[in-house]
């Protein structure tokens, strides 16, 4: 059964701050890896989509790499802002079933 | 392109009542899932849907929940009766869902419902 852990479970931060948030999962037989963001009360919205045969995507100031073999993942964010604060998730596609399995996400307080 | 929609955004209801969130998904969507998140925890998938087949509802509590995707478009989520357990945020989202296109697939995910039970 696949498991998605997401470390640190919290996060603060002051402004300008470069930082790295982790998850990793148990089952490397994935076909790709999603990182969310989800503001309070709100939905997901997604950031990057890493396919598993790549290793990296960027978006603006974010950076998400994947190691498939060792089954993680970090999500880089750079120069980091008051607005950037949410709780950051992780969600694998499973292989076989289909399925996207979540880790428990990582909430970012970044302080102006 | 429209995102997810999904209604009501709010509910509060007393235990043992029974309640309906309805989803819709992105037009042209084959998979639409349902998932439950409870404060401070990551989503749990409750039923996936690929078309109006459920692909994996083990997670369902039958007991209690039901869903339906009536014509391979819009889906309801049931609870009937209500637990003070069953309070959390009920997500909806969809995929595109075509095998050729599966290292890419990419979930888009609606508001949520959020679902007191007191």
């Known amino acids: 059964k696949q498991e998605v852990t997401q470390i640190p479970a919290a996060l603060s931060v002051p402004e300008g701050e470069n930082l790295v948030l982790n998850c990793s999962f148990t089952?490397?037989?994935?076909?790709?890896l999603q990182w969310f963001r989800q503001d309070p009360g709100k939905g997901l919205t997604s950031l990057l989509l890493i396919q598993s045969s790549q290793r990296e995507q960027t978006s603006g100031r974010l950076n998400a790499s994947l190691d498939k073999s060792s089954g993680r993942s970090t999500l880089y964010i750079a120069a980091s802002q008051p607005g950037d604060s949410a709780t950051y998730l992780c969600?694998?596609?499973?292989?076989?079933?289909?399925?996207?399995?979540f880790g428990k996400g990582t909430k970012l307080t970044v302080n102006p | 392109e429209a995102g997810v929609a999904q209604s009501p955004r709010y509910k509060i209801i007393e235990k043992r009542q029974s309640v309906a969130f309805w989803c819709n998904p992105i037009?042209?969507?084959?998979?639409l899932y349902w998932y439950q998140q409870i404060l401070g925890q990551g989503p749990k998938l409750l039923i996936q849907f690929q078309n109006n087949g459920v692909v994996d509802d083990s997670q369902l509590p039958k007991d209690r929940f039901s869903a339906e995707r009536l014509k391979g478009v819009d889906s309801t989520l049931k609870i009937q009766p209500a637990k003070l357990e069953d309070s959390a945020v009920y997500l909806c989202a969809s995929s595109l869902g075509r095998w050729e296109a599966i290292m890419n697939t990419e979930a888009f995910f609606g508001q949520g419902t959020r679902l007191t039970v007191v």
């Open positions: 089952d490397s037989a994935i076909y790709n």
């Open positions: 969600a694998v596609f499973q292989g076989g079933s289909e399925k996207l399995v």
């Open positions: 037009s042209g969507h084959a998979t």
